[in-house]
Structure formats: C-alpha cells, structure tokens
C-alpha cells in the first residue's frame, strides 16, 4: 500500500512538472511559434527605436492585423545608441509605403510583443535595405507604475482643509437643500 502511495505521488509530482514546463516554453515562444525552415524570402528593413521593451527576435511584424514578417535581430547603432531592430517582410508583401509608422505593441495585457506597421500615403514603397523612420517606442508599463507611485508620494497629505465643496451624508448638496436632489 505505501509503495503504491509513493509512485502515485511521484508520477503526479512529475506529471505536474510537465504541465509547467509546457506553460514555460508556451510564454516564452515568440506568437508566431516555431518556424520550420528558413523562411528568409522577402526583404529586410530596419527601424530605430528609444526602447524595445521585451521585444524580441522571431516576433512578429503586422500591418492592420496581418502577419506579414517578423523580426530577425535587434542591436544598438553605435552612432546615437539607440536600438536597431532588423525585419523581414514577406515578399508578397512589396507595395508598402516608405513613410509606414512603426510601434511596438503589446498582444494583450500581459502577451508578448510585436511590431505594428501603419502604412503611410507616399507613393514611393519599401525596399530592401530601407529604414523605417517614423517609430513609436515599447509601453513599458513599469515606468508608468513608478510615476504613478512618485507622483502619490510627492503629493502632500491632504487635510480637511475645506478646499473644495463636499458632498454626502450630513454635508449639504449642490441643491441648497441638504436634500436628495
């Protein structure tokens, strides 16, 4: 009975490591999943970017919700030290105007992160080689929680100083009542 009880526990405990590393490699896998050859038709284009954020290589590159690349490396210009990130497009995909918008977007609130073309209205496309100019960084939003969290620190204590009308129970309303309104 307890050799019985001990390789059920054992066989669950592993079973339960399995599901965790499968939870794992699923977070961690870019959103278009494993790629099975090359998949390097197409051409290149670079974007220059303030902050990347999470992003990374094998992410994907959409333009009004399609698929159309993904990244393939991401490094620092020497020059001006900001990050240099190198995509792929799908040759299919030939005709997109040279003055396109590019942002790192979130999928979700807590998904991995991609880059999002917006087509401009130049007439001139693309090409292989090109540079992406106009770009909108990562939403980083741990930056946003540390000036949330400085802007409640710097704030002095608020008294009851009376600054502003109140309302609610005992406190008299907008109506002159002291009433319901």
Known sequence: MRATRTLEIGTGFFVLLGFAALFYLATQLPQGGIKVGGGQGGYRVTAE?????????????????????????????????????????????????????????????????????DAGGSETFLKNGSQIQMTQSAFVLENLVNKLFSSFASKPAEGGSGSGPTTGPGRGSSNGTGGPQ
């Not at 003055?99 to 998904?111: E, K, M, V």
């Open 49 to 117: 970017f303030d902050n990347i954020g999470d992003l990374k290589e094998g992410a994907p590159v959409a333009l009004a919700g399609v698929t159309i690349g993904s990244v393939t490396s991401i490094g620092i210009d020497p020059q001006d030290y900001r990050a240099r990130v190198t995509m792929n497009i799908d040759s299919k995909y030939s005709q997109i105007p040279d003055d396109t918008f590019a942002s790192i977007n979130t999928q979700g609130l807590l998904g991995g992160q991609y880059i999002a073309l």
